[in-house]
């Protein structure tokens, strides 16, 4: 690993490397922790993505807002001011729009020439953290679905699209909050931040001329780097097999879809060039199993575990299935599938 590298991941919070592990694979991601400590979480994303990555962010609650104010908030001013389009007055060789047309479209015209003649050319923010998106109703969570999808918005006035390397982020309400279901496939990674774990932006530990900067063209050279990384055949092989034994887990009712196989690929590169290697390992591959899952799967119950179609005693299931976690299960997948050496 690059030595300048090392050093400055090395003063990066956990927060902060979660964020650049994040632009790095271009997974959006969702952030948990206990109710009360929210709010700081959101503050220090806020502050991490401008002063550590120099993003421009967009911050809204998503708790009790509509479409039209979601759309609103996530917009920011464009940074190229192209000025108010010119009006065609006519002349007597030119004339203008009203000549030869009809009195009363001739008059609609005068007064869209007489408007202010400016464009809403404000664009989507480079990174928009949501909070509380999981308490929004359906229809701005579907909303939120078609911007990750499309990476563009239409308000009443206009269309206005989002950046190439445009991230989406959620600050969840409560550790086990969930997402619509279609909208939640959409993050690749999750993080949970422990309060012990602190909040240097917010409270100031973490000296603004020590903190490290990523910039753009670093991020995408990073980028490129994973981009680049080598999966050989017997470590694909193993993350196919991680992901088999997932589905087939007697714990696991859903959520092993194949866009997280797609996502649990792209965030095994990106970790790649932060380990200072060009090539995945399977000790990647279960690191990015640990960040992929977590917000995904379903756990099964007493009453869906699939055993029970075929005679299993619903109450040593339900026996079995008491107190079992997420982690629980992705270490228990982990465990069960052969490394390759």
């Not at 600050?171 to 086990?176: I, Q, T």
């Not at 075929?310 to 992705?330: I, Q």
Request: hydrophobic content about 40%; overall charge negative; aromatic content about 6%.
């Amino acid at each position: 690993m690059d030595k300048l590298l090392q050093h400055r991941l090395h003063g990066l919070s956990d927060l902060d490397l979660a964020i650049l592990v994040s632009l790095i694979s271009g997974q959006h991601c969702i952030f948990y922790s206990v109710p009360n400590l929210a709010k700081d979480v959101r503050d220090e994303l806020h502050l991490s993505f401008s002063e550590t990555f120099g993003l421009q962010t967009a911050v809204v609650d998503c708790s009790r807002t509509t479409v039209d104010e979601f759309s609103e908030a996530i917009l920011v001013a464009n940074d190229d001011d192209f000025g108010p389009v010119p009006v065609h007055r006519g002349s007597a060789r030119s004339p203008g729009l009203s000549a030869g047309l009809p009195s009363s479209l001739a008059h609609s015209a005068a007064r869209v020439e007489s408007a202010n003649n400016t464009l809403d050319d404000r664009r989507i923010a480079d990174v928009v953290i949501a909070m509380h998106l999981d308490l929004a109703g359906s229809s701005v969570q579907a909303q939120a679905l078609e911007l990750i999808r499309t990476k563009r918005i239409f308000t009443r006035t206009a269309m206005h699209t989002a950046s190439k390397d445009f991230l989406f982020i959620v600050v969840a309400s409560k550790p086990n909050a969930r997402l619509s279901h279609h909208l939640n496939d959409m993050f690749g990674m999750s993080y949970f931040h422990e309060e012990e774990d602190g909040f240097p932006h917010v409270e100031g530990t973490m000296e603004t001329h020590a903190t490290p900067i990523f910039t753009r063209d670093e991020i995408k050279d990073l980028h490129c780097q994973a981009d680049e990384a080598r999966l050989t055949s017997e470590v694909d092989a193993y993350l196919h097999n991680v992901v088999v034994f997932m589905r087939q887990s007697r714990y696991v009712k859903g959520g092993v879809t194949a866009t997280a196989t797609r996502h649990l690929r792209a965030v095994a590169k990106a970790l790649a060039p932060l380990h200072g290697l060009d090539y995945v390992p399977p000790a990647l591959v279960t690191l990015a199993v640990r960040k992929v899952y977590p917000h995904r799967l379903i756990l099964a119950t007493a009453q869906t575990e699939r055993t029970l179609q075929w005679g299993s005693d619903p109450a040593a299931v339900n026996e079995m299935l008491r107190g079992v976690t997420v982690e629980d299960v992705l270490e228990d997948v982990i465990g069960s599938v052969d490394t390759p050496l």
